[in-house]
């Protein structure tokens, strides 16, 4: 018979901070077809910058999306761009990120609501996201 070792639970670190997000552009809801930044709700494809929104982003769909689109994004120096591509996640043409690659920029391509959580996360981390 072998001795019984107690198990201890496993614990991990959690950071924790306090709220900074006020005067940022956290999002604050996520429905099919419609997000809400602070207290405004969009319904059509933006930018979203911790610090600004650019409303008027042409592409409606990944296949849209070409290298041009980045541009806006690049002129503010994201760490991250996250590419939000509707309820699915759906690629673009990988030619659209070669810019990002040369700047060492990371990028991800994800469905609207996991974009939306993701932008949060990065954002409370004080990341320069977009």
């Not at 639970?9 to 552009?25: E, F, Y």
């Not at 806006?72 to 309820?87: A, K």
Request: glycine share 4%; net charge negative.
């Amino acid at each position: 018979m072998s001795p019984t070792v107690p198990v201890r639970p496993r614990t991990s670190t959690m950071k924790m901070a306090l709220d900074n997000a006020r005067g940022v552009n956290t999002i604050r809801s996520y429905e099919p077809g419609r997000v809400q930044i602070r207290e405004r709700h969009f319904t059509s494809s933006l930018i979203v910058l911790p610090n600004q929104l650019l409303t008027e982003w042409q592409p409606r769909s990944a296949p849209e999306l070409c290298a041009a689109d980045l541009q806006p994004i690049l002129e503010h120096q994201p760490e991250v761009v996250i590419i939000g591509t509707g309820e699915t996640q759906e690629f673009p043409d990988p030619a659209v990120f070669s810019t990002l690659m040369d700047l060492r920029i990371g990028f991800e391509v994800m469905s609207n609501s996991a974009a939306c959580r993701t932008y949060n996360i990065l954002l409370a981390e004080d990341r320069r996201v977009a």
